[in-house]
Each structure stands twice: as C-alpha cells, then as structure tokens.
C-alpha cells in the first residue's frame, strides 16, 4: 500500500507543478487535492483555497496531530532554463515550480494521512490542512483554519528538511523605521543632512547584539534590507525610510524585541508591519522528535520561515526536499526523497500513534 501510494503522490505532484497556484490563486491546485481525497474515499472540507480532512475514527477525548503544507508557490524568477509549468524528469530529479516548496512535502503528507485514515485505535487524532497562502503569509491561509479545525496539539509542518527535525524556527518582525534631518537646497551648507544622520544609524544596525542567544536558533538577526530617500538631485531630503528585517530567537517574544527597538534604536521612529510571526519550537523531549532521532534523523534550528510561525503549539518542521534549492531557478527535488519522505513520516507516526 505504501508503494502504491508514494506512486500516486508522484503523479499528484507531478499535475501539481503543472497546475498554477500563486499565493492566492490557489483554486485549480484545490481542486486537485480534493481529487485525491475523492478518488481515496476520505471525506474533506474546503474553506477558501484550504483543503482539510480528519481521521475516520477522530476522538474528542483524544490529543490531536496536524499535518500540514501548502500548494502555494512564488512566481519563478527569470533565471529558469526549464518551463517551470512542466513537470520535467531527469536523472531521478522531478523539476518545476514547487517541487521542493512544498509539493514534495504536501504529497508525502497526503499520502501517509490517507495511509493512517482508516485505521482505529491510534493515541492521537489526525487532522490535515493542505493550505493556501503560505509564500506570502496571507489571511486566508493556515492562520484562517486554526478557529475552523479541531484545537491542534502538535503539529508536523512540511517544509524541505532533508526529513531532518527542525525543531525551533526563527520568528520574523518588520520594521518601518525613519531618519530625520534638515531639508535644504544641496548648494548650500548643511549639517543635518538626514542622508549622512544614517550612516551612524545604519552602522548602529550592523553592529548591535541582542543578549539573548538560543542553544538551537543562535543569535536574532536583524538586517537593514532597504533604504528610500530624495526625489531630486539638488534637493536634501527631510528624512529617509528604512526597512530593517529581524529574526527572532526563541528567546524573545516579537513584541520584547519592538520594545527594545523603540527603546534603544537611534531612529527617529520604528514601528513593525506585524508582531504576529513568532519562533516557534517543540520539546526535545517531545514523542514526535524522540522517534524522529531513533530512525537516525537530526535535530537543527532553522532560520527561514513557516507556517510554524502561526502556531501556538508546539510544532515539528520536516520534510523531502532541500531548502536551499527553494525559490531557485530549475527548482527540484528528487524521486527518491519523496519515497523516503512518505516511508519516514509513515515510520515516524506509528512510533507515536
């Protein structure tokens, strides 16, 4: 049945990639999903472009597992030399836009909730979200289900890890933030040039360190990513914007590390976008991670972001696929890591369930 199932996840990934499905024009990737759970006789709901479905024998009295990922993918860059619309085979590698983010782990993970569906007597209930709107964080996503699922316990999201255990995930904060200064014509003396007050500012950026260093996800990261200024050449700008990114340990809240900012930054102001991608982590003592390490897999922090960051649970990132072949040009992931991701995450749950 497995082998059955890994073959018919292939085939899904494989209309998948073929299938558009920007973040938010997800609909015809949806519909394929829901194929899948008709063809398999599992009974599903949709809410928006989100596909879900619990365990035939679900038991309130019982703690609930999530499983999920998402169909969404970027727009391909301009540096493919393959048609990223087609699923392309070669030398064990199945190329196209999201492959690896996340089609390799959504398939895998459709394939081993429909192995477990049926089967009675499990110590968790299983629910699984195939979901929108993960590349760009958007409101109709993962975010939107949590008050429409059963309450969620532990949750493994699917994202590539070479089905290593990511078992913190780095939070994001954005900042908006300003330098002001004096606006003046540039032929003539100015000692508050707002342009030059920044590059104190920016160099305080660089050089600043958060106390806090967390033992899996190492120091925040906080980067200046942008800067805006002036509308002419022979005008002095009254101030210049900046966006500064922040990554966030799993030692700080997002609202401890805008508190922090506002407090010491030597902008004129710094307010962020949102505080509402947190880190997220699971306790190394968690089932989930202890049977993870006993079939032989790493434990790692990982600093890029997920739909972890939604959670409040505690929750386990893994999947098939790399990471650092996410959002490339000629994105892939190969046969044999969606066959080792279905046989694994199959393992893995029926050392906890």
């Known amino acids: ?53 619990t365990n035939k024998h679900f038991d309130e009295s019982k703690p609930t597992l999530l499983l999920n990922s998402h169909h969404d993918t970027v727009k391909p860059n301009n540096g493919y030399t393959k048609d990223p619309f087609k699923a392309i ?4 590698k199945l190329y196209g836009l999201g492959s690896n983010d996340a089609g390799g782990c959504l398939v895998s993970l459709i394939a081993t909730f429909t192995y477990f569906y049926d089967k009675e007597d499990l110590n968790y209930n299983l629910v699984i979200v195939a979901s929108a709107e993960e590349e760009s964080s ?23 890890t070479l089905m290593n255990l990511a078992i913190a995930e780095k939070g994001l904060v954005v900042f908006d933030a300003k330098v002001k200064g004096t606006a003046s014509h540039a032929a003539h003396p100015n000692t508050d040039n707002s342009i030059y007050n920044c590059i104190e500012v920016l160099k305080w950026f660089q ?19 942008q800067i805006n200024a002036g509308k002419q050449h022979n005008a002095v700008p009254s101030e210049v914007d900046l966006v500064v990114d922040v990554r966030v340990n799993d030692n700080y809240s997002n609202q401890e590390i805008a508190d922090i900012l506002a407090k010491e930054s030597p902008c004129t102001s710094i307010i962020p976008r949102s ?6 982590s ?17 434990t790692y922090g990982s600093p890029t972001l997920s739909d972890q960051a939604t959670l409040t649970c505690q929750s386990l990132k893994l999947g098939p696929g790399d990471s650092t072949r996410s959002h490339t040009a000629d994105e892939f992931i190969y046969l044999a890591e969606i066959e080792e991701g279905v046989d694994l995450y199959i393992k893995l749950l029926e050392k906890v369930l």
């Open 89 to 92: 085979v070669e030398d064990g």
């Open 275 to 280: 505080l509402r991608l947190n880190s997220s």
């Open 282 to 298: 699971i306790s190394s003592d968690h089932d989930l991670v202890k049977a993870g390490i006993a079939l032989g897999r790493e």
């Open 1 to 53: 049945m497995i082998e059955k199932l890994t073959t018919e996840a292939i085939a899904l990934l494989k209309q998948l990639i073929e299938t558009q499905s920007f973040s938010s024009e997800e609909d015809n990737t949806a519909l394929l999903i829901e194929n899948w759970f008709t063809t398999h006789n599992v009974p599903f709901k949709r809410n928006n472009h989100n596909i879900w479905s």
């Open 138 to 160: 958007g409101p109709n996503g993962l975010n939107s289900m949590l008050a429409i699922i059963p309450k969620i316990d532990v949750a493994i999201v699917g994202e590539p």
């Open 207 to 225: 050089d600043y360190k958060f106390e806090k260093t967390s033992p899996v996800l190492g120091d925040v990261k906080m980067t200046v990513t």
